[in-house]
């Protein structure tokens, strides 16, 4: 069964302490990798696509990894304007993509 | 440019009732996306539109629940004889590419079914 699994579920961190989010995926063919943002009461927000493993994307603070198995979000020295939900998804079919429940991440100033 | 809109941010209904849930996505994307987000799961995929044709409706939880498209453009969620079970965030999503890529989230539309 094609599934994604996000962890850890909730992330506090101090303001400049560095941490990474995992995205763990089961597919039978990954057509690609997407992170997204959520702040409350809003919609995801694009951050990056991975296609294949090694692929490497950075923005701002953040940069997501990819290997065979697992993605990898790492935030370098967060702000608490980084606080959000990240999502994780995997594109399995034409149009066809699976979410994780994603992580909730605290940035405490 | 306007991002994907979605009406209305809140509908409160009650049990039994019919709701329709309207999305607005970016002009010129073809491919439009329905999910829903209920609280603590990962969204959960509805419907797919390309263009104003639907090739796969395998996602949408009942008979009760149907989608249109009309015009290459907007789009109408309709939930018939509501259940509680119906109450989450739903989510329209557009993109440029017919197959696959980015998409670009509306805001949602909060559904509470009491």
């Known amino acids: 069964e094609d599934q994604v699994t996000q962890s850890p579920e909730a992330l506090r961190l101090q303001e400049g302490e560095s941490s990474s989010l995992n995205c763990s995926y089961t597919?039978?063919?990954?057509?690609?990798l997407f992170w997204y943002r959520q702040d409350p009461g809003k919609g995801p927000e694009f951050l990056f696509t991975?296609?294949?493993a090694g692929e490497e994307k950075e923005k701002e603070r953040l940069k997501a990894t990819l290997t065979k198995k697992k993605s990898f979000l790492h935030i370098t020295a967060p702000k608490p304007e980084d606080s959000a939900t990240y999502l994780c998804a995997v594109q399995i079919g034409t149009y066809k993509y699976i979410f994780g429940t994603g992580t909730r991440l605290k940035v405490l100033a | 440019g306007a991002g994907v809109s979605q009406s209305p941010s809140n509908k409160v209904t009650e049990k039994g009732k019919d709701v329709e849930l309207r999305c607005d996505p970016i002009?010129?994307?073809?491919?439009l996306y329905w999910y829903r987000q209920s609280l603590g799961q990962g969204l959960e995929f509805l419907i797919y539109f390309q263009g104003n044709s639907a090739p796969d409706k395998s996602g949408l939880p009942s008979d009760r629940f149907s989608a249109e498209r009309t015009g290459g453009s907007v789009s109408t969620l309709t939930i018939q004889r509501t259940q509680q079970e119906d109450s989450a965030v739903y989510l329209c999503a557009s993109s440029f590419r017919l197959a696959g890529g980015e998409q670009f989230f509306g805001p949602g539309t909060r559904l509470t079914v009491l």
């Open positions: 991975l296609y294949s």
């Open positions: 002009s010129g994307h073809t491919a």
């Open positions: 597919v039978s063919g990954l057509r690609g």
